[in-house]
C-alpha cells in the first residue's frame, strides 16, 4: 500500500518567485493537510481540505494557498517567497480526519535564497 | 488557545533502559492524540494514536496513556534500543479543528 507521496523532495527557489508543493495522499484518504516545519517554530498547521473543501486554515499570510483535487491529490503554493519560507513542508492524509490519526509523508525542504 | 509541552527536550540512555516521554495539553477537551517519531531531516512516522474515547495504545515495545483530566500523555519505551534514536512528538486535536497542535519533541539518544 503506497504511503502518502510529496513532490519534489527538495527545492531552492530565490526571493520573491513563487512555487508549487504536490501531495498524493493515501489511495481512498479524503483528508489532506499541510504543516511547515522550521526549527525555531516548529511544527505548525497550514490548512486541511476533505473533499475538496477548506475546513481549517491556520494562521498564515494569504501568500500561503492551497487546494484540493476530486481525486484527493493536493497542492499548496507560496506567493512571493521571502527567506523565512525556508522549512520542510509536510503533508499528511487520514481517511477521514479526526477519529482515524493521520499519515506523514517525507516532506518536501524548500530552501528560499 | 491549546498549548502542548514536550519534557525533557533531550534525553540520552544506555541501551535496555525503560524509559517515559511526557506530554502535556492545556485544553483537556481534546479530541485524539497521537504520537510520533522523526528521523533527522525525514517526515513523521506515526507511532500511536490514542482516540478520544481510548485512554491507552499499545504496540510492541511502546505504550501510550492518555489522562484528560490531568492534561497528560505518556509514551512509554520499554528496553530501549540505539534504533529508538530520534525526535519524539506528540500531537493534540480539538474536536471539529481538523488540525493538529504538536509539541517540541523530546530528542532521545539511546546509547550501545
Known amino acids: 500500500k503506497a504511503g502518502v507521496t510529496q513532490t519534489p523532495r527538495y527545492l531552492i527557489k530565490t526571493r520573491g518567485q513563487q512555487v508549487t508543493l504536490s501531495c498524493s495522499p493515501i489511495?481512498?484518504?479524503?483528508?489532506v493537510s499541510w504543516y511547515q516545519q522550521t526549527p525555531g517554530q516548529g511544527l505548525q498547521f497550514l490548512f486541511e481540505?476533505?473533499?475538496?473543501?477548506?475546513?481549517n486554515k491556520g494562521n498564515f499570510p494569504g501568500r500561503f494557498s492551497g487546494r484540493q483535487f476530486s481525486n484527493s491529490r493536493s497542492e499548496m503554493n507560496v506567493s512571493t517567497l521571502e527567506l523565512g519560507d525556508s522549512a520542510l513542508y509536510l503533508c499528511a492524509s487520514s481517511l477521514e480526519g479526526q477519529d482515524y490519526g493521520y499519515t506523514f509523508g517525507s516532506g518536501t525542504r524548500l530552501t528560499v535564497v | 488557545k491549546q498549548e502542548v509541552t514536550q519534557i525533557p527536550a533531550a534525553l540520552s540512555v544506555p541501551e535496555g533502559e525503560n524509559l517515559v516521554l511526557n506530554c502535556s495539553f492545556t485544553?483537556?477537551?481534546?479530541?485524539?492524540l497521537q504520537w510520533f517519531r522523526q528521523d533527522p531531516g525525514k517526515g513523521l512516522t506515526s507511532l500511536l494514536l490514542?482516540?478520544?474515547?481510548?485512554r491507552e495504545q499499545t504496540s510492541g515495545r511502546l505504550n501510550a496513556s492518555l489522562d484528560k483530566s490531568s492534561g497528560r500523555s505518556t509514551l512509554y519505551i520499554a528496553a530501549s534500543q540505539p534504533g529508538d534514536s530520534a525526535t519524539y512528538l506528540c500531537a493534540a486535536e480539538l474536536s471539529g479543528t481538523y488540525k493538529y497542535i504538536f509539541g517540541t519533541g523530546t530528542r532521545l539518544k539511546v546509547l550501545a
Open positions: 485544553d483537556s477537551a481534546i479530541y485524539n
Open positions: 490514542i482516540q478520544s474515547s481510548q
Open positions: 481540505y476533505f473533499s475538496e473543501t477548506q475546513r
Open positions: 489511495s481512498g484518504h479524503r483528508s
